[in-house]
């Protein structure tokens, strides 16, 4: 690794860099099927099994509590899935209720492990806020592998998941498993939402899954571009985030935030064609040509 660099930044680089590549990916296919408030749901919903993780180990274990955030917003997905089949519950009033209802339960965790004596509370806090001094080179490997394992299966099912994304009654007209891959694409949001839990924290990984989707948005009509795209606005937020984290010692998951929604700004400003400035600089542009016809007699066509 590089010497100008000191060795724990060094490490958070490499974890945000591809979580936010990974987030960014996820993130667009959460956006185009209309589910963003799902990933806030999903992040809310890990709370209780982290908190349980941690009690149950006796302080912080990484994998045990990254284990605990999958089990507990997997029961999440189960929930919304039984609220919206067997209730009348449209789907927004039973994502409030998975959110509002799982975020409780972490809070009463929290306020346990808060006066527990188990020590080692700043692992916990960790997961709420996100904080990079906490993480380790082991840490960054698990994350590494499951990142790279969603992104892989991403490229792997990418006609799959454009199908059921765009147009999933046509897919299950044509005998896809669209129901299947659908509940993948929730798995894959939930895998995303679990891993950038220690670097983001649960408040704010929804919004790291929605903002570099979004900002992408702005620049391509093209699910392939947009992945793209969306990666790299992720990667880049997690490593302008981590200096910024680093220099005025910030906790890591606002800073990421602050960065990716500077990049949302730039692309709603300046991306072409759909960009805020394109838009107003088009108009004003057929104003003109309009205005020209006029004056000149010939009338618009």
């Known amino acids: 690794m590089n010497n100008w660099l000191p060795y724990n930044t060094q490490i958070v680089l490499l974890g945000v860099s591809l979580l936010g590549a990974c987030a960014g990916v996820i993130g667009c296919f959460a956006v185009l099927r209309q589910r963003s408030l799902v990933g806030d749901a999903l992040s809310h919903a890990t709370l209780p099994g982290v908190g349980l993780a941690f009690l149950i180990a006796g302080g912080k274990n990484f994998p045990a509590m990254l284990i605990g955030a999958f089990l507990s917003g997997l029961l999440g997905i189960g929930v919304l899935a039984v609220l919206k089949r067997f209730t009348r519950i449209k789907e927004d009033a039973g994502i409030a209720i998975v959110l509002s209802t799982f975020f409780g339960a972490g809070v009463v965790l929290a306020t346990v492990i808060q006066q527990s004596h188990t020590g080692g509370q700043a692992g916990w806090n960790a997961?709420?806020?996100?904080?990079?001094?906490?993480?380790?080179?082991?840490?960054?490997?698990?994350?590494?592998?499951?990142?790279?394992?969603?992104?892989?299966?991403?490229?792997?099912?990418?006609?799959?998941?454009?199908?059921?994304?765009?147009?999933?009654?046509?897919?299950?007209?044509?005998?896809?498993?669209?129901?299947?891959?659908?509940?993948?694409?929730?798995?894959?949001?939930?895998?995303?939402?679990?891993?950038?839990?220690?670097?983001?924290?649960?408040?704010?990984?929804?919004?790291?899954?929605?903002?570099?989707?979004?900002?992408?948005?702005?620049?391509?009509?093209?699910?392939?571009?947009?992945?793209?795209?969306?990666?790299?606005?992720?990667?880049?937020?997690?490593?302008?985030?981590?200096?910024?984290?680093?220099?005025?010692a910030l906790p890591l998951g606002p800073c990421i935030i602050l960065a990716a929604t500077s990049l949302f700004a730039i692309s709603f400003l300046f991306a072409p064609r759909r960009g805020l400035i394109a838009r107003l600089y088009a108009r004003q542009r057929d104003r003109l040509a309009l205005l020209a016809q006029l004056q000149s007699g010939a009338g618009p066509d």
């Open 127 to 248: 997961f709420i806020f996100g904080k990079s001094a906490g993480m380790i080179w082991d840490d960054v490997q698990l994350i590494v592998m499951l990142v790279l394992a969603t992104l892989v299966i991403v490229a792997l099912c990418y006609k799959e998941f454009q199908l059921v994304t765009f147009d999933p009654g046509f897919a299950h007209v044509q005998g896809w498993p669209a129901r299947l891959l659908d509940f993948g694409l929730m798995l894959l949001l939930l895998v995303a939402v679990v891993i950038g839990l220690p670097a983001v924290g649960v408040l704010l990984m929804a919004a790291m899954l929605i903002i570099p989707a979004a900002a992408a948005r702005f620049w391509t009509q093209r699910l392939g571009w947009m992945l793209l795209i969306a990666a790299g606005i992720g990667s880049i937020a997690g490593i302008c985030g981590t200096f910024l984290s680093d220099n005025v």
